[in-house]
């Protein structure tokens, strides 16, 4: 249950330091905008930061996604299935799922090392192409950790809403 | 095996697996990643997957909608609601039916900072339903009202998916929120309308009461001055030329956020709950945007959209008829489909053979602007359409005491409406595009 319950808190955290994030890339944006209105010199190389920022902070937010079901599924062809269906669906539904962070975060990886090694940077403020890429690859490895974890208990007969009750999100903010 | 028929398995596979509950973003990355492979072998595929991710989450013009998600999550969180439906409900609250035009009135104005549809129902829903059903107002006409009003989230811009069309289509974000603004406002007087000729009909459903004193009339408008001052501020810089959408986003989620502190409903708690809760929309948005780019990739090997493109041009039928066909596809998708998915899936195929037609004898541009508020406006159709309409979800869960079917009757006038308006919109493009002409000349 340790486990479980520190999955939780981590991917938790991650989302809100996605929030975190954005909203500060937000903040420097409106004193960018400022400058350039009061002064006409914007803040060097800001539509980098948010590029950068905002990528980063959506693999941080990929993981709780997961968490939460929220990925959108159709389900209007299923209303009448039994319940045991039900569940075998959603566990094939979470290991495709996994399939896809780990590709993605496999190959992500590797492209980092590629850029890396090519030397490539931002336009303005020559900031390393490769930070881009290996920020990404930790959001989707633990996107695809929970995943997993989702489909073992939909096989397992466990409900997988477990992994994020209410009562842990309170214990969480306090 | 041709690349014809890879394409077609593909497709094939996409839509077996999206039946089975398999999530959309998987079920059109899977297909799509196997194609590819097939087509182009392991080595292509691995070297299109290395940068995939970063260049979709990098692009600058998609960082409008984490922003966008935030900002409407502030204006939840924050009680911006309750003074817009108090306001609303001061002014227009007394007559037959009041109420429910001002759900649908603040529902409106809360569109203009919330740029999706479900947080808007839920949102007014939580504020409008409870007094609505204290003046004795049927729970059908309360429920449809709300339903149907939440559609203004994403018909009045901001709006989420006509930024996933501007990028699927390479369209200015701008230029297609002017253009939704007139058809956005026709939407909302009109869902008005129709409340008003239902409670003529059966004056039972909204009953009239005591109108509220002018004192507190504008004590309501008070109220609801840091929304309109938002507005205009976001809406105002972007087409001021002051700032770029992404930027006007970026003030809008701070000013919002900075609102909701001055009226103490934003503490260290609720902001975090902001936060987790448009973590999982963004995050949500852009797997499916993931799983879209692999399955688009591997389309556009197989040559299909051109195809199709070619095909469609050749066919003897009268462009607007084609138009039309589309959008009844549309309404048909948004039975089983949400609106982000079906936008990502359809978009990058249709598009092409909707630019090849000659429409009105509209110029490129204006013509993938037009086709773009018809989507929305067919999308908006499919949030609120049976079996499945997901604001009729939301609403009645929230609701709790209207039988879902009840909401689905009271939902068919509105619906009606939403078809004439499609109609006109599709014979009369200048509703569309009149705004866009002036702003942009």
Excluded at chain 1, 102 to 126: D, I, N
Excluded at chain 2, 257 to 272: H, K, S
Excluded at chain 2, 293 to 311: C, R
Excluded at chain 2, 334 to 342: F, K, Y
Aim: aromatic letters at 10%.
């Amino acid at each position: 249950m340790a486990i479980k319950a520190l999955l939780r808190t981590l991917t938790w955290s991650a989302a809100v330091l996605g929030g975190l994030i954005a909203l500060l890339v937000g903040g420097m944006t409106v004193a960018s905008v400022a400058m350039r209105f009061f002064t006409t010199q914007p803040i060097q190389g800001d539509v980098e930061m948010v590029q950068m920022g905002i990528a980063i902070a959506i693999s941080l937010c990929i993981a709780w996604c997961q968490m939460r079901g929220a990925n959108i599924i159709v389900d209007f062809f299923t209303q009448s299935a039994r319940p045991g269906a039900l569940r075998a669906l959603d566990g094939l539904g979470c290991l495709a799922m996994a399939v896809m962070y780990l590709l993605l975060a496999w190959r992500t990886t590797v492209g980092a090392f590629a850029v890396h090694e090519a030397f490539e940077t931002t336009m303005t403020l020559e900031l390393p192409m490769w930070w881009a890429y290996a920020a990404l690859a930790p959001g989707l490895a633990l996107a695809a950790l929970v995943a997993l974890v989702q489909a073992w208990m939909h096989f397992s007969g466990q409900d997988p809403r477990r992994l994020h009750g209410q009562a842990s999100q309170e214990e969480a903010f306090a | 095996m041709s690349a014809m028929t890879i394409g077609l398995i593909m497709f094939a596979g996409m839509l077996a697996l999206m039946v089975v509950r398999i999530p959309i973003a998987a079920a059109m990355f899977i297909p799509g990643a196997l194609g590819y492979w097939a087509m182009a072998g392991d080595t292509a595929l691995f070297n299109v997957l290395k940068g995939s991710a970063v260049a979709r989450l990098t692009l600058y013009d998609l960082s409008v909608i984490p922003l966008f998600l935030l900002m409407g999550q502030f204006a939840t969180q924050g009680g911006l609601s309750r003074a817009l439906f108090r306001a609303a409900a001061a002014f227009v609250g007394h007559v037959r039916g009041g109420l429910a035009m001002a759900s649908v009135l603040s529902a409106g104005a809360f569109g203009a900072v919330c740029g999706s549809s479900v947080a808007t129902s839920a949102t007014i829903t939580q504020v409008a339903y409870p007094e609505m059903r204290r003046f004795g107002y049927q729970g059908r006409l309360s429920t449809a009202a709300l339903a149907t009003g939440g559609t203004l989230g994403i018909l009045i811009p901001p709006s989420v998916p006509l930024v996933v069309y501007a990028i699927l289509t390479e369209q200015s974000v701008g230029k297609l929120f002017a253009a939704a603004m007139v058809p956005g406002i026709l939407a909302m007087l009109g869902y008005i309308a129709v409340v008003a000729i239902c409670c003529r009909l059966r004056p039972d459903l909204g009953p009239a009461h005591a109108p509220t004193p002018w004192a507190q009339r504008w004590q309501a408008l008070w109220g609801i001055w840091p929304i309109l001052g938002i507005f205009l501020v976001v809406f105002g810089g972007i087409y001021g030329g002051v700032f770029s959408p992404t930027e006007g986003a970026a003030v809008g989620a701070c000013l919002t956020l900075l609102a909701g502190m001055a009226r103490r409903e934003l503490g260290i708690r609720t902001i975090a709950r902001c936060f987790v809760a448009s973590a999982e929309t963004s995050a949500m948005v852009f797997l499916i945007f993931l799983g879209a780019d692999m399955m688009n990739a591997s389309l556009n090997l197989t040559q299909m959209p051109s195809h199709l493109a070619a095909w469609v041009t050749s066919l003897q039928i009268a462009p607007l008829w084609i138009v039309s066909a589309v959008l009844v596809f549309y309404v048909l998708l948004g039975c089983v489909m949400d609106e982000m998915s079906m936008l990502l899936l359809t978009i990058p195929v249709i598009f092409p053979a909707i630019m090849g037609l000659d429409l009105w004898g509209l110029s490129g541009e204006m013509k993938a602007i037009w086709f773009g508020i018809l989507v929305l406006m067919t999308v908006g159709i499919g949030l609120i359409a049976p079996p499945v309409g997901l604001n009729v979800y939301v609403v009645n869960n929230l609701a709790g005491d209207t039988p879902m079917g009840d909401t689905y009757k009271g939902v068919f006038p509105f619906l009606a409406w939403d078809v004439l308006r499609v109609a006109l919109l599709l014979l009369f493009p200048t509703i569309t595009l009149g705004l866009v002409t002036v702003f942009f000349p």
